[in-house]
T-cell receptor, first 108, second 121 residues
Framework: GIQVEQSPPDLILQEGANSTLRCNFS?????LQWFHQNPWGQLINLFY???GTKQNGRLSATTVATERYSLLYISSSQTTDSGVYFC??????????FGAGTRLFVKA | GAVVSQHPSRVICKSGTSVKIECRSL??????MFWYRQFPKQSLMLMAT?????????EQGVEKDKFLINHASLTLSTLTVTSAHPEDSSFYIC?????????????????FGPGTRLTVL
C-alpha cells in the first residue's frame, strides 16, 4: 500500500520562528489533507490540498503531486501552534492513510 | 459549518461489557463516515468506512464482529465495541465527508469529531 512519511518527527521552536513540515507519499493520490491535533485530541482541518498552493493566515501549504510531496509552512509560530501535525492522503476508494505526524512544541 | 460531534467523550467500562459510540454530522449530510483508532503518541489508523444504508467496509485486521458499525442515516453513525477487553482501550475518532458541492467543500474532505477515550478495566 501507499506509504506516507512525515519529517521531522519532532520539532521545537522558539515563539516567532518559522518552520517547514514535509510529507512524502509513495504513489499518486486523489486527495491530501493537513491536520493539527491539539492537546485534547481534536483534529482541526488546516488544508485540503491535493495539488497547488494555499494560504490561510500564518499557515500555507504546497503540494507537488508529480513529485509526491507536500509542505506545510508555519510562520511566526505561537505557543498555540503546539501539537501534532498530520498529513493524510487518499488514493482511491475512500481509504485514507495518515502519516506518523510531526510533534511541534513552541516555546514562549 | 462542518461540525462533527461524538458521544461520549470519555467512557470507562468493565471487561466484557459493550460500549456504543455515536458520531453525528451536525450541519451537513455525510455521504461517508469513517472510524479511526489512535493509540498514545501514535498516528490514526483507519478501522472502517461506512456509507448510509449499506454495510461498513472494514480494514484488514479489524474484527467486524467486535467493532459493529451502523450508519443509520446521513448524519449518524455508531460504533459498538462488543465484549470490550483492556486491549481495546484506545482513542476512537470518527470523521465525516460530503461529496463535492459547488463553492464550499472539496470532494472527500474529511471533518473529524473530538474523539472518545475508551478505558476498559
Amino acid at each position: 500500500g501507499i506509504q506516507v512519511e512525515q519529517s521531522p518527527p519532532d520539532l521545537i521552536l522558539q515563539e516567532g520562528a518559522n518552520s517547514t513540515l514535509r510529507c512524502n507519499f509513495s504513489d499518486s493520490v486523489n486527495n491530501l489533507q493537513w491536520f493539527h491535533q491539539n492537546p485534547w485530541g481534536q483534529l482541526i482541518n488546516l488544508f485540503y490540498i491535493p495539488s497547488g498552493t494555499k494560504q490561510n493566515g500564518r499557515l500555507s501549504a504546497t503540494t507537488v503531486a508529480t513529485e509526491r510531496y507536500s509542505l506545510l509552512y508555519i510562520s511566526s509560530s505561537q505557543t498555540t501552534d503546539s501539537g501534532v501535525y498530520f498529513c493524510a492522503v487518499e488514493r482511491g476508494g475512500f481509504k485514507t492513510i495518515f502519516g506518523a505526524g510531526t510533534r511541534l512544541f513552541v516555546k514562549a | 459549518g462542518a461540525v462533527v460531534s461524538q458521544h461520549p467523550s470519555r467512557v470507562i467500562c468493565k471487561s466484557g461489557t459493550s460500549v456504543k459510540i455515536e458520531c453525528r454530522s451536525l450541519d451537513f449530510q455525510a455521504t461517508t463516515m469513517f472510524w479511526y483508532r489512535q493509540f498514545p503518541k501514535q498516528s490514526l489508523m483507519l478501522m472502517a468506512t461506512s456509507n448510509e444504508g449499506s454495510k461498513a467496509t472494514y480494514e484488514q485486521g479489524v474484527e467486524k464482529d467486535k467493532f459493529l458499525i451502523n450508519h443509520a442515516s446521513l448524519t449518524l453513525s455508531t460504533l459498538t465495541v462488543t465484549s470490550a477487553h483492556p486491549e481495546d482501550s484506545s482513542f476512537y475518532i470518527c470523521s465525516a465527508s460530503r461529496g463535492s458541492v459547488a463553492g464550499e467543500w472539496s470532494y472527500n474532505e474529511q471533518f473529524f469529531g473530538p474523539g472518545t477515550r475508551l478505558t476498559v478495566l
